[in-house]
């Protein structure tokens, strides 16, 4: 349906910023429609949901990053972006990009991720 890339990863002193990338390539339907979200995981801890950008434009967040990251798209260029600030050790983690087209059971299901970028934040 949809092939995600993830980009901007990088290493950086706490407080420092990044600015994540994930270009898309649609094999089926236009990509405004598709429901996109960060996710992350840190070694030996579950992924969680970062930030998360309906089509319709409705955003949410995880409370831990509510307030630092700000997430966003640009459906002429099929790309989603998540610029990060004020990043702390615990922002540590690979970062992947997500796309949904089904709502089940009270959440979009995610079966198209890209393959992740490293974020470190240091102390």
């Known amino acids: 349906q949809i092939q995600l890339m993830e980009s901007g990863g990088g290493s950086v002193q706490a407080g420092g910023s990044l600015n994540l990338s994930c270009a898309a390539s649609?094999?089926?339907?236009?990509?405004?429609?598709?429901?996109l979200k960060w996710f992350r995981q840190a070694p030996e801890k579950e992924r969680e949901g970062v930030a998360e950008?309906?089509?319709?434009?409705?955003?949410t967040y995880a409370d831990s990053v509510q307030g630092r990251f700000t997430i966003s798209r640009d459906n002429a260029k099929n790309t989603l972006h998540l610029q990060m600030n004020n990043l702390k050790p615990e922002d540590t983690a690979v970062y992947y990009c997500?796309?949904?087209?089904?709502?089940?059971?009270?959440?979009?299901?995610?079966?198209?991720y890209g393959p992740g970028t490293q974020v470190t934040v240091s102390s």
């Open positions: 649609v094999l089926q339907g236009p990509y405004h429609i598709y429901t």
């Open positions: 997500a796309a949904a087209l089904l709502w089940h059971d009270g959440h979009w299901l995610y079966r198209n």
């Open positions: 950008i309906e089509g319709r434009g409705k955003i």
